[in-house]
């Protein structure tokens, strides 16, 4: 299988799920790593890797639908079963989400549906919420919202801060997205009337 990773930063997940499907020899390839920022971090681990990379920068299009035209175009260049959106800090138009439609994931730092957007740490602090953790989901048209595949959960201990508590969850989610993603690779997510179905190991 095919793999297209999206990112926009660090890509730390990226790199979590890029050295997974290598020591584990998943059935798939890391077909590219795609970035919306010309200076993602990420990029430079993939290019260090041999992986294909290739940057479509949202600031150089008028639109939303340009931008999303040009990634799309981009990342059917290689052909992909799987779309992975980590870190990728851009909301998608409708018709880009339907096209990877079943075949797209996200993964979210919170245990959605709790605190969908941004500031998901902070948030979880503010609420005194004594749990924490990270989603990952189908995309769907509905920004952090979709399937759920997997969630990975942490506590909030006394004295967190956003830091502290972030770390923790990141922790969490370098184990949780390789997971997710082999679930998928190895075609064991099946989605049935709006929910995920993890099928056995066969
Ligand atoms: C992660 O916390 C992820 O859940 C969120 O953005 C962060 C990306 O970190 N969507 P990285 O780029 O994978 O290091």
């Known amino acids: 299988k095919n793999i297209v990773i999206l990112i926009s930063g660090r890509g730390s997940n990226m790199e979590a799920v890029v050295r997974a499907a290598e020591s584990q020899q998943w059935p798939a390839r890391i077909a590219a790593v795609i970035s919306n920022k010309p200076e993602a ?16 920068a949202n600031k150089e299009y008028a639109s939303r639908a ?6 799309q175009e981009a990342i059917d260049r290689f052909e992909p079963d799987l779309v992975v959106l980590a ?31 941004l500031g998901t740490h902070q948030q979880a602090l503010d609420a005194g919420e004594q749990e924490h953790g990270a989603t990952v989901h189908f995309v769907t ?6 399937p759920v595949v997997a ?11 956003e830091d502290t508590l972030s770390a923790r969850v990141l922790a ?9 993603v082999r679930l998928f690779v190895e075609d064991r997510l099946k989605i049935e009337n709006g929910d995920v179905r993890i099928l056995e190991d066969a």
């Open 141 to 146: 048209a509905e920004l952090d919202h979709g």
């Open 151 to 161: 969630q990975a959960r942490v506590p909030v201990l006394p004295g967190d801060t």
């Open 87 to 117: 870190g990728f800090m851009r909301i998608l138009t409708a018709p880009f989400v339907q096209h990877y439609e079943g075949r797209m994931l996200n993964i979210h730092p919170s245990l959605l549906p709790l605190f969908p957007g």
């Open 41 to 56: 971090k990420g990029l430079e681990f993939a290019r260090a890797r041999g992986i294909p990379t290739a940057v479509v």
């Open 66 to 71: 340009e931008f999303d035209a040009a990634l």
């Open 172 to 180: 969490e989610e370098h184990k949780l997205y390789p997971h997710a």
